[in-house]
């Protein structure tokens, strides 16, 4: 470990965002046993819901705050007084609790949403954060659309909520808009003319529209940012949000950023899948991490790589994210080493001329079917006659 490594936290809102994509609405005991999973992952903030919104949401933030034994527990609001009461009494059990609250602050927003002025919603944002703070000392401020806000004004607002008690400002880059090295400016620009930001943690909320979420997330804590909020698989509203798996594993293969997070990565493949079958939402295979193909090789100068060196071809350890090991996958593409270690893995050890006799039976069958299992093995090698 490297000496001034820092921690990033990881503000896990699968069962807030996540949840909000259409057909992933859980029931209670689900939202109990992916909330415990997430706690035991090592999330530092779980976002368990947006309490006014519904009796099923408030129940589940109360529930899951009496669950909880290490990650902070959250409640999203409006900056509204009344969302804010509901927020505070839904969290009321919780060992360490965070009030989120927010509004937008876009131009965009500022108009056409709220129909108001750029000094109305100051006024609002500071009122909702010094009500929140009489609940709770944890207080986070999401100021919507920021990655399409005026700095100046992203700024001032911010500097404005700090003096009102918020511990935490969230700069959602809301509809993905975002280029990394505009999302990253935009939080040094923050570091560098907030009054008052070494009292706050900067944190990154990060959309997918354009495939950019972990992109952006990354460019946050590279100037300055030192939490990122995610969601298990990426899933969220839209295209989703930044993959909670992707942001810490990127973290820790790259010691030179001195980052790193309390996530146990070996728990991500467990987790990716309790909340793909939870939510019935099917894991893409080229998922980076936690995908059926993350760690899977069937082209022939890959396999003859990974099998001689498992580095050559991948960067990550597939066992320090759960897989217990790496695949080669038998296919026309697969080459002669390919072919003598998974043979091997079944008990047959063919010479070099034994090989080449299997291995031009073998291509016969790869042509006609798209995959050769371990069942298949037996009849090729007995086809070539030795």
């Known amino acids: 470990m490297i000496n001034n490594m820092e921690f990033v936290e990881i503000f896990d809102t699968t069962l807030r965002d996540g949840e909000q994509v259409p057909g992933c609405k859980l029931d209670s005991s689900t939202k109990l046993t992916i909330a415990k999973q997430l706690d035991e992952l090592g999330v530092d903030v779980l976002e368990a819901g947006f309490p006014i919104s519904s009796p099923g949401d408030y129940k589940a933030v109360e529930n899951i705050s009496k669950l909880v034994k290490n990650s902070k527990v959250c409640g999203l609001t409006r900056a509204v007084k009344r969302d804010i009461d509901v927020a505070a009494d839904a969290l009321r059990f919780a060992k360490r609790a965070r009030i989120h609250t927010g509004i937008g602050t876009s131009e965009s927003h500022i108009r056409f949403k709220f129909n108001s002025s750029p000094e ?55 509809t993905g808009y975002c280029l990394p090295e505009e999302y990253g400016s935009k939080i040094k620009y923050l570091k560098e003319n907030v009054k008052g930001i070494h009292n706050a943690i900067i944190s990154c909320h990060c959309h997918n529209d354009l495939g950019l979420a972990t992109a952006n997330s990354i460019a946050g804590v590279q100037n300055g940012a030192r939490q990122i909020e995610c969601t298990i698989n990426g899933i969220g509203e ?63 100068i890959h396999q003859d790589g990974v099998i001689k ?59 006609k079917i798209k995959e050769i299992g371990d069942k298949d093995l037996p009849d090729i090698i007995k086809a070539s006659n030795l």
């Open 309 to 367: 060196k498992r580095e050559t071809y991948e960067i990550i350890n597939p066992r320090d994210v759960g897989v217990n090991e790496s695949s080669i996958v038998l296919t026309a593409r697969s080459g002669r080493a390919a072919l003598a270690y998974r043979a091997k893995k079944i008990g047959y050890e063919l010479d070099k001329l034994e090989l080449d006799r299997v291995y031009e039976q073998f291509l016969i069958v790869a042509d």
């Open 120 to 174: 109305k919603i100051i006024e609002r944002a500071t009122a909702a954060v010094a009500h929140a703070k009489s609940y709770v000392e944890d207080v986070e401020f999401y100021a919507e659309d920021a990655g399409r806000t005026n700095n100046e004004f992203l700024a001032k607002i911010c500097q404005a909520v700090i003096k009102a008690g918020a511990t935490v400002l969230n700069i959602p880059d809301t």
């Open 238 to 300: 839209r295209a989703g949000n930044t993959s909670l798996e992707e942001v810490v594993m990127i973290l820790r293969q790259h010691p030179k950023l001195n980052l790193d997070t309390r996530i146990k990565s070996k728990q991500l493949l467990y987790t990716s899948q309790l909340v793909s079958e939870s939510m019935a939402m099917p894991v893409q295979p080229n998922k980076a991490i936690v995908g059926a193909n993350a760690f899977a090789h069937s082209s022939g």
